[in-house]
């Protein structure tokens, strides 16, 4: 549940401000979300509505291709409701930290309140008195999430806020995220199988449709693999939406804003103007669909300097046969198909191309993949590494998310 970061950039929006009062939470400005809070609670933390429309079930079973709700369906919590759950905060049920804050495992036990360990299992992110993010971001994951509900969203289940305290309660999902899968290390982390891989991008494409095709279209502005959550059945759902903005209106062609996100995933024509447009998420997607095919990351400072960027280095590699197999995940260990490898590396190049109107759209993406798992291509028979398998290997170190304005240092 890591968060990324960015700071100003060519073409700054108004300042946004975030009001409390016991109308609800709302933005004051017109180019952010209209989503409101009903059930807000007062700075000393005080129920202002006691009624809450939070239930157990997430009803996405009922709705399959999503929907809106017409009013916020959350919990309010209190915040010593989540020290219990999270027995304090303590540092074993810490999962990850991003830019926002802490993120912990709890328990929610109706039945027997304090008893650790048992009840239902959630996710508990708490923002850091040092994080570079605060109210707005909190308020932006409450309005959009606290509305959208989807199978491949994950399910925001309530909030506190408390003093100086925002916290975001979640589902829990037990596999963490797509980038630990993909670029983790130790015994632990296993290589995603090719069929676990595809099922990840469909869902993922979905969740991100799903998000592009509502009436006012979301353009999420954060997509990449650690923003890719995963259930316990591999099922993935985007989670993370304190960058989210609406989309244009009819009479506009894109969103003027700070450039926010992530080095590496962030479209070309964001990054250079601050213009922000519904399919430069698409251009994300195409980034995260490359290192799902190579297991690399889309920015690593380890490697050698002209192979810092991943899409600059591999784009090429995408639309020719024999190159393409020399750059996928030495993971895969050659069990793949290949017929299908190279209809995902067409796509992504599709999602990449560097005029925004030309990227297809969402729902597209979706039919593409759908039918490529829908083939059932065998996987070959696995042969010789490829040579850069060593490289690769050495490459999958860490890095820490960047401002966007910032280029990428050279490798020392």
């Known amino acids: 549940m890591g968060n990324c970061w960015g700071f100003a950039a060519h073409s700054p929006s108004p300042s946004t401000t975030g009001q409390l009062s016991s109308a609800g939470i709302s933005h004051t400005t017109s180019n952010t979300t209209s989503f409101e809070v009903s059930n807000a609670t007062s700075s000393r933390g005080s129920n202002i509505s006691a009624h809450s429309h939070f239930s157990a079930g997430s009803g996405d079973e009922e709705f399959p291709n999503g929907q809106i709700l017409p009013t916020p369906n959350l919990r309010i919590f209190s915040f010593a409701d989540l020290k219990v759950a999270t027995r304090?905060?303590?540092?074993?049920?810490?999962?990850?930290?991003?830019?926002?804050?802490?993120?912990?495992?709890?328990?929610?036990?109706?039945?027997?309140?304090?008893?650790?360990?048992?009840?239902?299992?959630?996710?508990?992110?708490?923002?850091?008195?040092?994080?570079?993010?605060?109210?707005?971001?909190?308020?932006?994951?409450?309005?959009?999430?606290?509305?959208?509900?989807?199978?491949?969203?994950?399910?925001?289940?309530?909030?506190?806020?408390?003093?100086?305290?925002?916290?975001?309660?979640?589902?829990?999902?037990?596999?963490?995220?797509?980038?630990?899968?993909?670029?983790?290390?130790?015994?632990?982390?296993?290589?995603?199988?090719?069929?676990?891989?595809?099922?990840?991008?469909?869902?993922?494409?979905?969740?991100?449709?799903?998000?592009?095709?509502?009436?006012?279209?979301?353009?999420?502005?954060?997509?990449?693999?650690?923003?890719?959550?995963?259930?316990?059945?591999?099922?993935?759902?985007?989670?993370?939406?304190?960058?989210?903005?609406?989309?244009?209106?009819?009479?506009?062609?894109?969103?003027?804003?700070?450039?926010?996100?992530?080095?590496?995933?962030?479209?070309?024509?964001?990054?250079?103007?601050?213009?922000?447009?519904?399919?430069?998420?698409?251009?994300?997607?195409?980034?995260?669909?490359?290192?799902?095919?190579?297991?690399?990351?889309?920015?690593?400072?380890?490697?050698p300097s002209a192979r810092h960027n991943l899409v600059d280095w591999i784009k090429p590699y995408l639309s020719d046969k024999r190159k393409l197999k020399s750059i996928m995940d030495s993971g895969l260990e050659g069990r793949y198909p290949a017929k299908s490898a190279r209809r995902i590396a067409q796509l992504a190049l599709n999602c990449l191309e560097s005029e925004h109107k030309h990227r297809p759209h969402m729902k597209d993406v979706v039919i593409t993949l759908e039918r490529i798992e829908a083939a059932k291509d065998r996987p070959v028979e696995p042969r010789a590494r490829p040579n850069l398998s060593m490289a690769r290997q050495k490459f999958k170190q860490p890095l820490q998310n960047r401002p966007l304005h910032h280029p990428a240092p050279s490798a020392r």
């Open 88 to 303: 304090n905060f303590k540092s074993d049920t810490l999962l990850g930290e991003g830019g926002f804050g802490q993120v912990y495992k709890g328990w929610l036990d109706e039945k027997a309140p304090g008893r650790n360990g048992s009840g239902t299992v959630i996710a508990v992110k708490r923002m850091s008195s040092e994080s570079l993010q605060g109210f707005e971001e909190w308020q932006a994951e409450v309005n959009f999430l606290g509305r959208l509900s989807h199978p491949h969203l994950v399910r925001l289940i309530g909030y506190c806020l408390e003093y100086k305290e925002l916290l975001l309660v979640y589902e829990f999902m037990q596999k963490g995220s797509l980038e630990n899968h993909l670029f983790g290390r130790g015994s632990a982390v296993l290589p995603l199988p090719w069929d676990t891989r595809l099922k990840i991008a469909i869902g993922a494409a979905r969740g991100l449709s799903f998000l592009h095709a509502s009436d006012k279209k979301v353009i999420y502005r954060d997509f990449k693999a650690s923003n890719i959550l995963l259930d316990g059945s591999y099922t993935a759902k985007l989670s993370d939406f304190g960058l989210a903005k609406l989309g244009p209106s009819a009479s506009q062609s894109h969103v003027t804003t700070r450039v926010m996100g992530t080095y590496g995933y962030a479209a070309p024509e964001y990054v250079a103007t601050g213009h922000l447009y519904v399919k430069s998420d698409v251009y994300g997607f195409g980034v995260v669909l490359v290192e799902i095919l190579t297991g690399l990351r889309a920015l690593d400072t380890n490697r």
